[in-house]
Every structure is written in structure tokens, then in C-alpha cells.
């Protein structure tokens, strides 16, 4: 079964790691016809479509859970949304099989909308999209380096309401490359608070055309 | 909302989910409809805080009445506090992110000494006066303390309204509800106070005085007013089964120290081992019943979905059903996937049919605690087990598959010689030949056998309560020698801060004095002083220094039988005659056996008529 879900609000603060045991939980007070994995330390055999950052929220996270009986996605939902806690609501679900190594190999983009009170960042996004090159230090387990971060940048636009900066923004987001969008905020508006929601994952078809990776996901059921 | 304050600063602090809340079974409430809003507040860290049976059970008792409301509120770690600080950001709860200033009753509980400096840190961040006087100038929330520590509540009677002696369950409620009255009813603090200080269990310092004769030494705390009670007794609830226990507990996000179901099975303890202080002061020993047990677990793990559950309490072993409770809890928890974990067990405890059972399960370390080396140092401490009953169990469970063994010990007991730190090596030693005497193809592979050695504190209320402790430098030699002699293959060896130590005596039997010596530390920078990166022993020196006193005047001081003790006017219900007999008893290496075997006339039979099992 996969399964989309938001995680929201004082969601956003904790860690994925958290998220598995949360999402674990809730299975089992819900009562879901889950598998367990084998070994002393059993657990649900659960995965996730990518990790989401602590800090930022999120209205289109993907989680796949092998299922050891039958149960409808209609029943799925009533089920797991009746025991989790404000802020993480599953949106839809589908029977797939064995979807998530699949669905992550699909991924190509995600997409944020982003909110800076109190700052306008229009001058900024303006300065950088008339870039070509934008270099910025990615930093990943092992090592820290210079990259350049233009062209992962697929879409972004930004308005300024008086109050605060909207943004919304598409960012590559593949098994091989990902900018995120902390990376891109800070490059743009270094020190400025924002809350960043991730609004939709995206595969592309053949044909080159962008769909929704969930929608993508199902297709391959 | 204060939240939108706060939010800003997560992103810069280390596991920010310890300050977001919103946890499953949380409770939500309108504050349209509360009468009194509590603030539970634990002076630690979340993890340990959350970690802590007492809050579970008084945050459930509470909220299950309409009108009142407790939140929770925990200390934020060094980086939090400095964001908060430099953003003028109050100390909050975690259900409404309410500044804790606005509640009516703020309450910590007092789990250990060594959080007092968290206590005076909250209530500062909180922007709440530190004495009962400016509070009352300012009309600020009560501050009430309760928990163990609060047995000796002296050193920290200049900053608190009132401490709650004993059992919370019964007390708390009175509070409120007390509390509610008087303010629909309007009056004074102080009768309010009063009021209070009239009803079982409570003490409001403010209305004793503490006394000292001509050489410094303390001479007894004092009633200032007759119509306020001369001596204090603790609170206990005779029936367990009766009393309030949640059915549901919240889920943290963000692991913490005791991530798991928790199901107490009982109260107190029967075995007398002189160190303990626990082991007095929740006397008499109560049980819950199998029934109402398995009904708590059923409900409590529908709720939670935790993959595991353990059974509490001060020696679970002894548990009259544990056999039964076990393969019950087994048998109807087991297909989903539940691991039954039972945490300090003693040596002596029936031990083989329970392994079984829960190595069906999971397989949790096996934890012994023979606390002394020699036979004799066990007899003065009243640890009654022998290496031979080590030796069977560690060999049961080498049997049954476990390779994993911890043995605490304690240094630094009245009596102690080297010849006894020797017998902690041989006791080491005892349990590696056990394991290598089953065969290799029934052993498991890793035997991991971690020794560690905490260092003895003198605590109110226990035979040795009288006791000095060692000084630091007799504490290092002894873990030096320790060190030496537990260099053995597959024998890990770990040892407490003996500076910790030292000052937690202090506080463990320290008088009104150490008020100052508190604030002084507090001002020093003192705070989570049990963490050891956070520990400033310097500024502690210096704070005791600043008030004219030392820690060793309180930790090393040998206190006559008969001298008037800090704690005298609580009443725990073990009698001092009964101490001083233990006392005596544990110098001349005499043993008392469990009192399920024989009344050793504790005091308690008379403080509440009934309850006591003992040699009925």
C-alpha cells in the first residue's frame, strides 16, 4: 500500500527516524494487517519515498507499507488518520506492489512554497534566475563541496504581499542530485527565517510532460 | 500565540522536538472552561522527563477533571535557553505554548538532588519571583514541590510555597480542588496557605523556622505558629487498585529514555537493604492485582502502540504473580509483536520460568545489583543474597541464551575495606566461569559483562542516613583499584563522578542553609548538574564559599544517633527507633530478613492500619 501524507505544523520538528516509529505506532493502534519484518527486533516493514528534512513541513510525503492482509486504501485511510495526531493526515492511498524502490528511481523534482515574514526576496529571486552559474556549498556525510546550483533550479518565482515573501519553487530531485530548498534560501536571503512546505513530488513520462509522482506510482500498479 | 515565537528559534537548536508537543494523547483542552491551569514541571531535559511514571499518572488524574488543566513544561537544554533568552522568549508549556507565568499552580517534581539549579533556572526563565514573598507581591503563581525529594524539602524551603509529601495520587487533586475554592471565594495567600499546610501531607515552610546552636551545627526546624502541624506525615494510598492509573500515556515523537509502556506492579519494597532510601519511603509494599493488570496493559498498548512494555517497580522479582502475569502478558501480547522487558531484577528473584518467557519475546539485558563484593559488606548493607544465588542465575540465563550481564556495585558503604572491593573482582570473575561452565553449543557467542560502581550518598530516612560519605579522594582510590583489578577479558567497568556524588550528600541531608548555597550556584551559572558536560564543580565550591559554609561540613558529617536531623518534622512512617536498631544491626553485620519472613517493627504497621502484609 502507498500511502500520501501531510506533516505539518509542530510536525515539521521531528527527525525521519522519529517518523518511522511515529507511523509504526499508528499502524498498530490502528490495528492495520501489517507485516514485521523477521529477527529479535521486529518492525514494520515500512519505507518512505525520500527523507524530509527536520524543520521544514510537508503536504505530500509518500510512505509504502507491505501489508500482510487485505484491506481497501478507503479503509486504510479511515483507519490510520483515526489515531494520528494533528498535523499528519494521510490524503490517499493505493495498492501497488513492492512500490517504493520504484518510486524513488521515478523521482525527478520536488516542489516547495515558501513563506519569509517579514522580508522581501523578490530583488534576490530576481538576481539569480539571471544567472547562469550559482555556486553554493553542499554539504553531505562524508565531504563538503563547491556546486553549482542554477541548474537545479527548474522553476521559481517569488511575490511580496507588504507583509511577507512568497515563493514557490521546483528543485531537482533525484536518487543521483537533490538541492534543498534550505540550501537555495540560504544563498538567496542568508539568515532570513522561512517556513518551507513541501507542496509535490514529480516523475516525468516519456514524453518528457511532469506528473505527480504518486499518479506515476499508480500507474505502475 | 507564543509558538510563532518560538518556531523561529528550532531550526538553530539541537532535537528541537523536545519544545513542539502536539504528541499523540496529548491532552487538548479549551481554556474557556478551566478553573485551575497546573504546570508539571520536570527539571530536566524531555527525554528524561518524559521518561518519569509519576508525571504520567498525575497528568492523567488531573486532566480527567473538566476544569482543570496540567500541561507540561521541561527544561530546555543550554542552546534553547539562550535562544529564548536572547529573544526574550518565556518559558512554556508544551500543550498551549502558554508562558508558565500565567498558570495558577506551577509544580516540579524532585527526582534527584542534583536538579535543584533547574528548578531556580525555570522559575527564572518563567519570569516567576524566586521566594514565597515576592510571589505573593506579585501574585504569582504557586510553586509546589513534590517527589522524594521532597522528604528533605529544607534545601530548597526559601523558594517554594508548598511541598507535597508522599503519594501524589489523592494530594494533588486536593490542591486544585482546594486551590479553586479559595479563589472563587477570595482571600489571602497566606490563608490559603495555611489551609493547606493543615491537610495530610503538606508542608509550607514558610511557616517553620530552621535553628542552629552556637557552633553552627543545626539544631531543629521549628514551628512558628501552633496552628500549623508540628511534624508532617507523608501520604500513601492503601490500594493500589483503587487508585487512578492511565489507561492512556503520550507517544513522544523523539525517543526518549524509557520509550515504552510502562506498568507499574507495585509500590515499595519488603527486602530493607539499608542503602535505599526508596525502600523506605514507599513503605509499606503494596501490589496491584493480576486483573487489573492485564486490563492496563490491553488498554495501554491499544492506545500507545508501543512494541514494548515493562513491568515497574522497586523489585519487580518479588511481585507475588509475576510468573503468571508474565505468561498472560505473553500469551496475549506476543502474536503482536510486543516485547515484555523486566528491568531490575535481583538476584534472588524467582528467576527461570519468567526468562523463559520473555526470551519468547526479546531478549533485554539481565541486570543483577549484589551492591558490596564480600558476604559481609552484603549482610551490613542488608542485601540479602549470596554469590552462590548469583551463580545460579547468571548460569539460568547463560543457559537460555542470554550473553549479556550487568552487575552493580556500589563503593564508599559504611564498613567498606579493600577486601571487599576484591570480592567485586571476584564476583566479576564468578559470573565469567558460569558462563564458560555451559556448554559452547548452548552458550551464546559475546559475553559482555559491565561492572559498574556508583558511589554511596547517605539518604534521610535509611539506617545510614547518620553515615558520612567517603571523601573524593577515598571515592577515586577505591575506583582506581577497581579499574585495576576489573581488567579482565570481556569485563567492561564504569564509575560515577565522585564530585557529583559529593555534593549530591549535601543536598541529599543539607539544611535550610543550602537555600543560599543554591541561588549562589544558580547565579554562578550552575544548571543540569547531573549532566556531566554542564557540571561546574569550581562554581559550586565557590558558592558554598560565598555563604560562609562547605560541602564537606554537610557530605562528611557524622550526625549523632540522637542529634536533631533536617528532616525530623517529616513523619515517612518508618520510625527512627526502628533506623537507629538497623543502624546498630548493620554494624554488627546482622542481617533483617525480608519482612514478608519476619516483622522487623518498622513503624509502618502503625502508620496506616491494614495495609502492611507483613508476617500475617
Not at chain 1, 526576496?121 to 554539504?139: C, D, H, I, N, R
Not at chain 2, 508532617?232 to 492503601?238: M, V
Not at chain 2, 513523619?571 to 536498631?581: I, M, N, P, S
Request: glycine share 6%.
Amino acid at each position: 500500500m502507498i500511502a500520501e501524507f501531510e506533516k505539518m505544523g509542530r510536525m515539521s520538528w521531528f527527525s525521519h527516524l522519529d517518523l518511522q516509529n511515529t507511523m509504526q505506532r499508528a499502524m498498530r493502534r490502528a490495528g492495520l494487517p501489517v507485516r514485521y519484518s523477521q529477527g529479535f527486533n521486529p518492525h514494520v516493514n515500512l519505507a518512505f519515498a525520500t527523507a524530509l528534512s527536520v524543520g521544514l513541513q510537508s503536504r505530500c510525503e509518500i510512505l509504502d507499507v507491505e501489508l500482510a492482509g487485505e484491506i481497501s486504501p478507503e479503509e486504510f485511510l479511515t483507519r490510520i488518520n483515526a489515531v494520528l495526531p494533528e498535523g499528519l493526515k494521510c490524503s490517499r492511498a493505493a495498492l501497488v506492489e513492492d512500490a517504493a524502490p520504484a518510486l524513488m528511481a521515478l523521482m525527478t523534482e520536488a516542489e516547495y512554497a515558501v513563506e519569509a515574514p517579514g522580508a522581501d526576496l523578490s530583488a534576490a529571486v530576481e538576481g539569480f534566475l539571471a544567472l547562469e552559474e550559482v555556486m553554493a556549498e553542499k554539504k553531505s556525510k562524508s565531504k563538503t563541496r563547491m556546486v553549482n546550483i542554477r541548474p537545479m533550479v527548474h522553476a521559481l518565482d517569488c511575490a511580496f504581499d507588504g507583509e511577507k515573501s512568497v515563493l514557490t519553487m521546483i528543485l531537482e530531485q533525484t536518487n543521483a542530485n537533490c538541492l534543498k530548498p534550505e540550501l537555495l534560501l540560504q544563498t538567496l536571503a542568508p539568515g532570513v527565517f522561512c517556513r518551507i512546505v513541501r507542496t509535490g513530488f514529480y516523475a516525468r513520462k516519456q514524453d518528457g510532460a511532469r506528473v505527480g509522482l504518486f499518479e506515476a506510482g499508480m500507474d505502475k500498479a | 500565540m507564543l509558538y510563532d515565537r518560538i518556531e523561529p528559534l528550532l531550526a538553530g537548536v539541537s532535537k528541537p522536538a523536545r519544545y513542539t508537543g502536539g504528541e499523540v494523547n496529548m491532552v487538548k483542552k479549551e481554556l474557556d472552561g478551566i478553573d485551575v491551569r497546573f504546570a508539571f514541571c520536570f527539571p530536566d531535559t524531555y527525554e528524561v522527563g518524559m521518561s518519569h511514571l509519576g508525571m504520567k499518572i498525575l497528568y492523567h488524574i488531573l486532566n480527567k477533571r473538566e476544569n482543570f488543566y496540567c500541561e507540561r513544561v521541561f527544561a530546555p537544554w543550554a542552546d534553547m535557553e539562550a535562544a529564548m533568552r536572547q529573544n526574550g522568549v518565556p518559558l512554556f508549556s508544551l500543550e498551549t505554548f502558554s508562558p508558565v507565568a500565567d498558570f495558577d499552580i506551577v509544580g516540579f517534581t524532585l527526582q534527584y538532588e542534583m536538579s535543584y539549579t533547574n528548578v531556580l533556572n525555570m522559575l527564572d526563565l518563567a519570569g516567576i519571583p524566586m521566594t514565597g514573598s515576592e510571589r505573593d507581591a506579585a501574585n504569582a503563581p504557586f510553586v509546589v514541590c513534590g517527589g522524594p525529594c521532597a522528604f528533605n524539602p529544607e534545601p530548597l524551603a526559601d523558594f517554594v510555597d508548598l511541598f507535597m509529601v508522599g503519594d501524589g495520587e489523592e494530594q494533588i487533586l486536593e490542591l486544585c480542588e482546594h486551590y479553586d475554592a479559595w479563589k472563587k471565594r477570595g482571600g489571602t495567600r497566606e490563608e490559603f496557605l495555611l489551609e493547606m499546610a493543615n491537610i495530610e501531607g503538606n508542608y509550607v515552610p514558610r511557616f517553620y523556622e530552621s535553628a542552629y546552636d552556637e557552633n553552627g551545627e543545626f539544631a531543629g526546624v521549628r514551628r512558628l505558629r501552633d496552628d500549623v502541624p508540628a511534624r508532617i506525615r507523608k501520604r500513601c494510598i492503601p490500594d493500589l487498585d483503587s487508585a487512578d492509573y492511565p489507561d492512556r500515556i503520550i507517544v513522544p515523537f523523539t525517543e526518549i529514555v524509557h520509550d515504552r509502556v510502562m506498568l507499574e506492579v507495585a509500590r515499595g519494597c519488603t527486602r530493607g537493604c539499608r542503602f535505599c532510601q526508596a525502600g523506605m519511603l514507599y513503605r509499606p509494599q503494596r501490589e496491584r492485582s493480576l486483573d487489573k493488570l492485564l486490563e492496563l496493559a490491553r488498554k495501554l498498548l491499544g492506545s500507545t502502540g508501543y512494541e514494548e512494555m515493562s513491568l515497574s517497580s522497586l523489585s519487580t522479582g518479588d511481585y507475588s504473580h509475576l510468573p503468571e502475569l508474565a505468561r498472560k502478558l505473553v500469551q496475549e501480547h506476543g502474536c503482536n509483536k510486543v516485547a515484555i522487558s523486566l528491568p531490575s531484577l535481583r538476584i534472588d528473584s524467582v528467576l527461570g520460568e519468567t526468562l523463559e518467557q520473555t526470551q519468547q519475546i526479546r531478549k533485554t539485558g539481565l541486570t543483577f545489583a549484589p551492591e558490596a563484593g564480600t558476604q559481609r559488606l552484603r549482610d551490613v548493607i542488608n542485601k540479602g543474597v549470596t554469590e552462590q544465588q548469583l551463580r545460579e542465575s547468571v548460569h539460568d540465563a547463560f543457559e537460555k541464551g542470554w550473553s549479556a550481564v550487568k552487575l552493580y556495585t556500589m563503593i564508599g558503604l559504611p564498613t567498606e575495606t579493600d577486601e571487599d572491593l576484591d570480592g567485586i573482582r571476584g564476583l566479576a570473575q564468578a559470573v565469567l566461569d558460569e558462563y564458560f561452565s555451559v556448554p559452547k553449543e548452548v552458550r551464546q557467542k559475546g559475553l559482555r559483562v559491565s561492572v559498574s560502581a556508583s558511589s554511596f550518598v547517605p539518604k534521610p530516612f535509611t539506617p545510614f542516613q547518620w553515615e558520612p560519605q567517603n571523601t573524593i579522594e577515598e571515592l577515586e582510590r577505591k575506583q582506581k583499584l577497581l579499574r585495576e583489578k576489573l581488567h579482565l577479558r570481556s569485563v567492561t567497568f564504569s564509575w560515577h563522578e565522585p564530585h557529583l556524588s559529593f555534593l549530591e550528600a549535601a543536598f541529599a541531608r543539607g539544611d535550610r542553609r543550602l537555600c543560599g548555597v543554591l541561588l549562589a550556584a544558580w547565579k554562578r551559572g550552575c544548571r543540569f548538574d547531573g549532566w556531566t558536560e554542564e557540571f561546574k564543580f569550581d562554581a559550586w565550591m565557590a558558592a558554598f564559599a560565598d555563604c560562609g559554609l562547605t560541602c564537606e561540613q554537610f557530605a562528611h558529617k557524622r550526625y549523632d544517633l540522637d542529634a536533631p536531623l533536617p528532616w525530623d518534622h517529616i513523619d515517612a512512617g518508618v520510625t527512627k527507633e526502628f533506623l537507629q536498631r538497623e543502624w546498630k544491626k548493620a554494624l554488627a553485620a546482622q542481617t533483617s530478613p525480608d519482612c514478608r519472613i519476619k516483622c522487623h517493627g518498622c513503624g509502618m504497621k502503625q502508620f496506616i492500619k491494614g495495609v502492611c502484609k507483613s508476617c500475617e
